[in-house]
């Protein structure tokens, strides 16, 4: 029998919030990347030079300063890991369409969460959407390398 839609985000959850510890045990806190936030003006989106950003070189150290918490990105990692999950089951399973929406809506739902609620900051999606998601897939791929502290 097929697992619903719901079901199955709950179940990659639980299972990004494992993996996510495993790879936090398995790569220490050395690893762990530092940087210096004091050159940016929380939440305004602007580069260093008070410009708008041009390209993801600039703008990932600003995505990352607005993600300093690190419950947020603990859950950006498990947003984007079930994102990854369902869209995978609609390719290489049966093809669903609630499938790619409930990815999108619970994977932009949890980190806007997390934005509002731990880190206080307006998500960078809403200035710069294409950056942002390109920056969410880095920060993940990243914190499985064990680069971020997610726990």
Known sequence: MAMSNLRYLATTTILGMVLSYALHQYHGEESFRSLDCSVYDKGKG???DGK????MTTFYPY???EHVNPTTKLIHFIAT????????????????????GLALVQGYGLAWYSHFMVEQ???ATW?????SYKSDNKLFYQSLMGMHKLW
């Open 46 to 48: 602007l580069d260093t």
């Open 121 to 123: 900051n307006k998500p």
């Open 63 to 65: 995505y990352l300063c």
């Open 52 to 55: 708008p950003f041009q390209d």
């Open 81 to 100: 890991f079930n994102a990854l999950s369902l869209m995978g089951r609609s390719i290489i399973g049966q093809w669903q369409w609630a499938g790619l």
């Open 127 to 131: 200035q710069y959407p294409w950056m």
